[in-house]
């Protein structure tokens, strides 16, 4: 694939060290505007080399606070140099600042829809013991919004672990650097769900402290360049022509109260002085000035991304191919990878970068898997996709972590190192957020209905159908519940409806075996009972059953939800992956041709325009999937937010929500 255009990027930056004297000048001070200024009355026959060593200062910072002397001095010049810069009398200059004492403490967490007790421990690195012990009341349980505090975590402090802080209204990255003695590019490092735009109060942030570097700052300085006036000047004159105000021009020349013919003034100005200096030394505005125009190349500098003309895509598979009958998972594997090739078809030359695909099989053994990854190459990766088999997806997320590469799961809901590794990116939604994403959509679809429980006594109760009870007993919304044994009739279940009532019925589970118990009934009674609406909520399994079962989905009024639906537009793709490798897909959900080419337009599409996989920016919704990531914390990793719900009326099929 060739490149039809070039990215370049380069940060280019004038370094000028100026180097203060120790101790005061033995030099007159006044004051012009609101500093004091050493101040020198040049000789007749000086030069600026000769000025610099009589008084103790270097060149350059003559010609810093005095432009015009580097063209040569002049008999009864006056040169300025700041006290601020060179020390006061009987002081020396600022020392750098201690060490500051930052040992661990407790900081508040708001719980956020779809977190459980552990995940916020897991995410803090203290115990779900601690945590409870801590909070006692979220013994039974948690729910959004509730305010927990989170105790210090035990390690020992040595002054530069990292400490977690609660931001309060009026701090910025800055100010939280200043207060830590740490560098913006450890803050962003550390925090990479923090930018300059998203640095909100009562958030919750990890620091280093005490882990200052070498930086450029941008400092702003006065500087002086000497100005004789001619007949007819006056004060408004100069400033006029020489882009300044009268006030500063005044207070630049305390003892000229009337300007004449052949007067020196002194025309104040404002420049940038580029000094290389410990971070601890900078101010907070000068740190706010220096990074504040280029954050986002700080942050793309530090978390590795490659703003070039490449796209480096890691795919470690296994794919099995030793094995003259590879088993069905790996044939998956592989309909993955065709369906992935394709939409690099599909992009071709226009997405403006040369796509390199590296692939690896890892034939389901972990000593290969190991070897892979020690591999050079993976290191200048842009996305990594690791398999579903745990050991597997534990080294690669390992692996990720430790080279600051992206690692994409998509196969695997089991695993939570997104938790804790800002490497792992979550293709599946977690249950615990499938959970309350769906309660929060119900919340608003059928606020006004009583909810019917069906319960299958004779198999295991889904985690969303637990999770979902938990929360409408919260919320107190009117439930009921049957008891399916046998299957249910339209005459029992008419028994339980109360004149005028709304239902949504909720199965235990997404067994086949279970809606055939029901949905006849539900049926019948939608037709009867006029004065009730009625609809059913499918689970994800529902999609399996949606070609046999559409009738009567669309009779009753049904919503499934799920992490992935095919969309009318798939069947154009498996078309083109018939034609390119004579075959069609394998039956599976999701279907996985269609979600490797959803996956290859995710990644080309964010990368190709310079976003980062987790941007808001690179949300792509897809024939079969939706991305929308999201950090769980400012330093975990980033989990899909999206979830379909399907929608099965008279009208037809749509995709509600997405």
Known sequence: MRTICRITWSIVMAVTVAMPAMSQLNLPTKRLGNDDYYYYKVKGGESVYGVAEKIGVTVNDIVKYNPQAQNGLEKNQMIFLPVSEFG????????????????PQAVTHKVKNGESVYGIARTYNVSVDDLITANPSINTGISPGQVLTIPASPMASTGNDVIYHTIVRGESLYSVAKKYNTTIESLVKLNPGVSATNFKADDVIKVQPNTTANITVDRKISQFTPYTAKDGDTYEIIAATHNTTVEALRAANPEVSKIKKGTVVYIPN???????????????QELEDTYGKRLNEVYDQVHNMNNDDEINVGIILPFQLHKAEPPRQALLYTEFYKGFMLAMDSVGNECGKKININVWDTQHNLNVTDSI??????????????????????????????????????FSTNNDDYVDNAMVMQVYIPSSYLSA??????????????????????AEKKEIYQDLKRHFAE??????????????????????????VNYLFLPSNGSKTLLKKVAQAIDEVKASRFDCEVALLGH??????AKEYQQRFSSIDTYIFSRFYESSEARDLERKYKARYGEGFMPSAPVMGTYGFDVGMFIVNALSNNHHLWDAEAYHKGLQTTFKFNRVSNWSGAINESVQFIRFSKSGVNIIAR
């Open 540 to 545: 994800p399994e529902y999609t399996m059953y």
């Open 437 to 458: 994403r769906v309660a929060s959509w119900i919340d608003n679809r059928f606020k006004n209905y009583t909810i019917v429980y069906l319960e299958d006594p004779d």
């Open 373 to 410: 990854l020690a591999l050079d190459a993976l290191k200048n990766l842009d996305v990594l996709i690791a398999p579903s088999e745990p050991k597997q997806l534990e080294r690669c997320n390992k692996f990720g972590a430790a080279a600051g590469v992206p690692v994409l799961n998509c």
């Open 270 to 284: 404002t420049a940038v002085d580029h000094k290389t200096m410990s971070s601890a030394e900078a101010t907070e």
């Open 88 to 103: 006061a009398k009987g002081n020396t200059v600022a020392s750098k600042p201690t060490t500051v004492a930052a040992t």
């Open 475 to 500: 919320t107190k919304q009117p439930t009921k519940t049957l008891t399916i044994i046998n299957e249910l009739t339209s005459s029992k279940l008419t028994q339980y409806m109360d004149p005028g």
